[in-house]
């Protein structure tokens, strides 16, 4: 195997893209332990340690670009990400355990498309947007359309994620994330992100992302709509989650039967939009 560490994205994308089953390694959090099993063999891996401007972030009219190799410790610590765009520091403040927060990365969260995975559904949540670098130049994609299915994305051969936009949201919004697992640091049984604006006691826009119930996180129009302009009383926020639970396509696994996963989404919803309401009026 080739290793790697050039100092620029543009050398890394002509690296990646001159070779068959190249890789690259962000964290390694993932790589390393898929290697380890047996599970790929790359015939080069190209380090991004070395590319100054995935590790900065950038302050813009539209939001905050994070750069791809940001760890999770690292934008759980970022205050400038304030509002609905908080919703992306509480999912990295809570997933995992620290070791994997010091290690993974956000740019690396996203490559890896695992449905078990919170980060991916705090960046639906937020509208982020995913710059893509590659031969043929840099592109910005919606990062709903990078997460095509279960561990699949839509980045092609030599491609390289350079950094995130998290729009800064709607006027007012906070944003709030919240797990359940079985113990501790473990992957989550289920996960919710949601972006919520009230207008004194009504709901004046809510966007609600479910996590470890399909292939990729889970967003249902309907369900946000069933919220909107109620005060968020126990029927609303039950009709809301059974739209969500309707539309969910989960798996049985060690962490929790598809049954009980559905059953989960309605009570995660709940406790989230409670806990995001008491933020708002922080
Ligand atoms: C034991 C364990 C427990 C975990 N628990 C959780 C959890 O509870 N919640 C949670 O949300 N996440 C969890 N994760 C995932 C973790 O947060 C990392 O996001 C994930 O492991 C990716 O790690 P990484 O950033 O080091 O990427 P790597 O492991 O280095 O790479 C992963 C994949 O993405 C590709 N890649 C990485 N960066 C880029 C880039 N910039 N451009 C193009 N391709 C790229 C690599 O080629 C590789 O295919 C866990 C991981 C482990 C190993």
Redesign the pocket.
Known sequence: MRYAEPETVEEGVTLLASTEHS???????????MMNAGHIAPAMLVS?HRMRE?FTLTESADGLWLG??MS?RVVAAETRLRGAMEVVRS?AGQ??HPS??N???I???V??A?P????PVALVAASARVEIAGPGGRRLVPVEDVLVDRFKTS?RHG????RILIPRGVEGAVGHHLRF?RVS????TVSLSLILAMQGDTCSHVRVVVGSCGPVPLHVAAADQRLIHTALGEEDVAAAGQLLAHAASPIDDVRGSAEYRRMLIPRLLGRALTQARELAHV
Request: net charge negative.
């Open positions: 890789r690259c390694i962000a964290g390694g959090a993932t790589l390393v332990a991004l995935l791809a190799m999770h999912a997933l995992a994997i927060r290690m993974g990365t740019g690396g969260s490559c890896l695992d078990s995975t919170e980060m980045l491609e390289i994620v350079t697992s640091g473990d992957y989550p």
